[in-house]
């Protein structure tokens, strides 16, 4: 016990002195935890410095300079800029290591034959080759001691936040637990290989009917340290010759690519949401696979229209649509000062209205959207953050392949179709009736209360307490109030039309005789009617009022 808390005191110590030696000195400079000078001598650029700090610390704090990358919403661009240049320059632990771990899990037997050389290798874990019954299969080995290791990082790195986040100059910039978290979350299921088997268990199911690869899981070999499954005959991503390719090809795996990531997102709601190069396969005959399932995305169905709703308003310069999907996703909250944040999401919606929607890069308008979080101190929903990671990264995938594909015009298609989901679905004839039904009520209601009010008149049992000022003017809004309910009713039954209009037209001529066609043709006949019958009425009272 005594030497696990000086262990976790001399990991503090050097963390703490890590920084400083690159020049973070200041961010302590409040805290009880060291006293010291600046070194003003360190003349590299901000982000340089945390990067190399990064890598020096090790796993955990790779890992986290890795998701501060994709968090524009808190960290500055210019050290943005330096943290995506981060790598995990890590080398293989030794065959021997592998089958310790192996023997420790009572697995090791099970296996007919195991090469040496791994063929991936990672901070977390590397991968081997194997066999089993004759098959050929994936073995992913976690790290030995790479939990214990990063554990106690969160542990020191959670006592660390606290006071920083108390003490720090830069406290109301930052929000250092929050940062810890995050990457604790993040972390702490990446070391536990039972999420990923999960994660791809999940996504196989989802994605039965679309054209990709995903892995078989051998839940009999796996356990939290192993993760084994079938090994697809591919090659990543950037690992072949695109220049062979023909274009043709190239468009064709483009799109292909393009289409699988959009229909997880916005039809399954749940998604691969690591689409690097290295995560991508490319088989012989050109079909693709999926690999590393450490992170999988979520959206809801509101998260969906709202997200097709911001894209939308964006691309149509709707700036109303725009701050409605910014309320909707939770981005904007109470204490923000409307008039400024809306100003500046009008700039941003400005700002590509003028281009080309080939030209748009869905990662710039992402970024731009964190930033402007950052700026009023927001905070993103993770599945808005985890979606802007994922397709920035596969615009970074699809360039590879040296091909003018644009992932916002391929988003047009389905955020539109949506959107009119969504519309359609709120023109239900089950929606349409429950309104009808409301005002037949309100019919119904009003006729007795009048003729009671009436009785009372005649009877000189009525009496009024209430002292009108202007009323003549209360009259005129009375009679204004009026007009708008009158006009509700037609627009009510405008909408029937409109409803059965749309559903027609988007039925086929073949489906014109089946009995969606007649219920078509009833919903037109009886928007029409009742159009027609309160026109009429309207039309007879104010003949009469004229009289």
């Given at each position: 016990?005594?030497?696990?808390?000086?262990?976790?005191?001399?990991?503090?110590?050097?963390?703490?002195?890590?920084?400083?030696?690159?020049?973070?000195?200041?961010v302590?400079?409040?805290?009880?935890?060291?006293?010291?000078?600046?070194?003003?001598?360190?003349r590299?650029?901000?982000?340089?410095?945390?990067?190399?700090?990064?890598?020096?610390?090790?796993?955990?704090?790779?890992?986290?300079?890795?998701?501060?990358?994709?968090?524009?919403?808190?960290?500055?661009?210019?050290?943005?800029v330096?943290?995506?240049?981060?790598?995990?320059?890590?080398?293989?632990?030794?065959?021997?290591e592998?089958?310790?771990?192996?023997?420790?899990?009572?697995?090791?037997?099970?296996?007919?034959?195991i090469?040496?050389?791994?063929?991936?290798?990672?901070s977390?874990?590397?991968?081997?080759?194997?066999?089993?019954?004759?098959?050929?299969?994936?073995?992913?080995?976690?790290?030995?001691?790479?939990d214990?290791?990063?554990?106690t990082?969160?542990?020191?790195?959670?006592?660390?936040?606290?006071?920083?986040?108390?003490?720090?100059?830069?406290?109301?910039?930052?929000?250092?637990?929050?940062?810890?978290?995050?990457?604790?979350?993040?972390?702490?299921?990446?070391?536990?290989?039972?999420?990923?088997?999960?994660?791809m268990k999940?996504?196989?199911?989802?994605?039965?009917?679309?054209?990709?690869?995903?892995?078989?899981?051998?839940?009999?070999?796996?356990?939290?340290?192993?993760?084994?499954?079938?090994?697809?005959?591919?090659?990543?991503?950037?690992?072949?010759?695109?220049?062979?390719?023909?274009?043709?090809?190239r468009?064709?795996?483009?799109?292909?690519?393009?289409?699988?990531?959009?229909s997880?997102?916005?039809?399954?709601?749940?998604?691969?949401?690591?689409?690097?190069?290295?995560?991508?396969?490319?088989?012989?005959?050109?079909?693709?696979?999926?690999?590393?399932?450490?992170?999988?995305?979520?959206?809801?169905?509101?998260?969906?229209?709202?997200?097709?709703?911001?894209?939308?308003?964006?691309?149509?310069?709707?700036?109303?649509?725009?701050?409605k999907?910014?309320?909707?996703?939770?981005?904007?909250?109470?204490?923000?000062?409307?008039?400024?944040?809306?100003?500046e999401?009008?700039?941003?919606?400005?700002?590509y209205?003028?281009?080309p929607?080939?030209?748009?890069?869905?990662?710039?308008?992402?970024?731009?959207?964190?930033?402007?979080t950052?700026?009023?101190?927001?905070?993103?929903?993770?599945?808005?953050?985890?979606?802007?990671?994922?397709?920035?990264?596969?615009?970074?995938?699809?360039?590879?392949?040296?091909?003018?594909?644009?992932?916002?015009?391929?988003?047009?298609?389905?955020?539109?179709?949506?959107?009119?989901?969504?519309?359609?679905?709120?023109?239900?004839?089950?929606?349409?009736?429950?309104?009808?039904?409301?005002?037949?009520?309100?019919?119904?209601?009003?006729?007795?209360?009048?003729?009671?009010?009436?009785?009372?008149?005649?009877?000189?049992?009525?009496?009024?307490?209430?002292?009108?000022?202007?009323?003549?003017?209360?009259?005129?809004?009375i009679?204004?109030?009026?007009?708008?309910?009158?006009?509700?009713?037609?627009?009510?039954?405008?909408?029937?039309?409109?409803?059965?209009?749309?559903?027609?037209?988007?039925?086929?001529?073949?489906?014109?005789?089946?009995?969606?066609?007649?219920?078509?043709?009833?919903?037109?006949?009886?928007?029409i009617?009742?159009?027609?019958?309160?026109?009429i009425?309207?039309?007879?009272?104010?003949?009469?009022?004229?009289?």
């Amino acid at each position: 016990m005594a030497n696990a808390r000086k262990r976790r005191i001399n990991r503090l110590r050097y963390i703490t002195n890590v920084f400083i030696k690159h020049g973070f000195g200041y961010v302590f400079s409040s805290t009880p935890l060291v006293r010291f000078r600046r070194f003003s001598e360190n003349r590299i650029n901000r982000g340089q410095r945390l990067k190399n700090a990064l890598e020096e610390l090790g796993t955990t704090f790779i890992k986290m300079g890795q998701l501060l990358a994709n968090r524009p919403d808190l960290v500055p661009e210019d050290i943005i800029v330096e943290l995506k240049k981060l790598q995990e320059n890590v080398k293989p632990f030794s065959f021997e290591e592998v089958k310790n771990v192996l023997k420790e899990e009572n697995l090791l037997e099970k296996f007919e034959y195991i090469e040496k050389e791994p063929i991936a290798t990672a901070s977390i874990g590397q991968v081997h080759i194997g066999y089993v019954n004759g098959q050929k299969v994936a073995i992913k080995v976690r790290r030995p001691n790479i939990d214990n290791e990063v554990k106690t990082d969160i542990e020191i790195l959670r006592k660390l936040a606290s006071i920083l986040d108390r003490y720090s100059p830069v406290k109301s910039i930052i929000s250092f637990s929050e940062i810890v978290n995050e990457l604790a979350n993040v972390l702490l299921h990446e070391i536990d290989f039972r999420f990923e088997q999960s994660n791809m268990k999940k996504l196989k199911k989802a994605l039965s009917n679309k054209e990709v690869i995903i892995p078989d899981v051998y839940d009999e070999l796996s356990s939290d340290k192993v993760l084994v499954t079938s090994f697809i005959e591919a090659k990543t991503l950037n690992a072949i010759d695109v220049d062979s390719l023909p274009q043709i090809e190239r468009i064709r795996l483009g799109k292909k690519l393009i289409n699988l990531y959009l229909s997880q997102i916005f039809e399954l709601g749940i998604f691969h949401a690591d689409p690097h190069p290295g995560n991508i396969l490319i088989t012989n005959d050109h079909g693709i696979a999926f690999v590393d399932f450490g992170m999988i995305g979520r959206l809801s169905s509101q998260d969906k229209e709202s997200l097709s709703t911001l894209l939308l308003g964006i691309v149509l310069n709707d700036k109303k649509m725009a701050i409605k999907a910014f309320k909707e996703l939770g981005i904007i909250s109470r204490g923000v000062d409307a008039n400024k944040f809306y100003k500046e999401v009008e700039n941003i919606v400005n700002h590509y209205i003028n281009q080309p929607i080939a030209s748009i890069k869905i990662a710039e308008i992402f970024n731009d959207v964190f930033k402007l979080t950052f700026k009023y101190k927001l905070k993103i929903p993770e599945q808005l953050i985890l979606l802007g990671r994922t397709l920035s990264l596969l615009e970074n995938s699809i360039a590879i392949l040296k091909v003018d594909l644009n992932i916002l015009e391929a988003i047009l298609p389905y955020v539109n179709r949506l959107i009119l989901k969504s519309r359609l679905s709120k023109l239900r004839l089950t929606n349409i009736l429950n309104v009808l039904f409301s005002y037949f009520n309100l019919f119904e209601f009003l006729p007795k209360k009048v003729e009671t009010i009436l009785d009372k008149l005649e009877d000189d049992e009525f009496i009024l307490n209430i002292e009108l000022k202007n009323l003549d003017k209360v009259l005129q809004r009375i009679e204004r109030l009026a007009n708008k309910f009158s006009l509700s009713i037609i627009l009510l039954s405008v909408s029937i039309i409109i409803a059965g209009m749309t559903v027609g037209g988007l039925l086929s001529p073949a489906l014109y005789k089946t009995i969606l066609s007649t219920w078509y043709l009833w919903a037109l006949r009886l928007g029409i009617l009742i159009l027609i019958s309160l026109i009429i009425v309207m039309l007879l009272m104010i003949i009469r009022k004229e009289k």
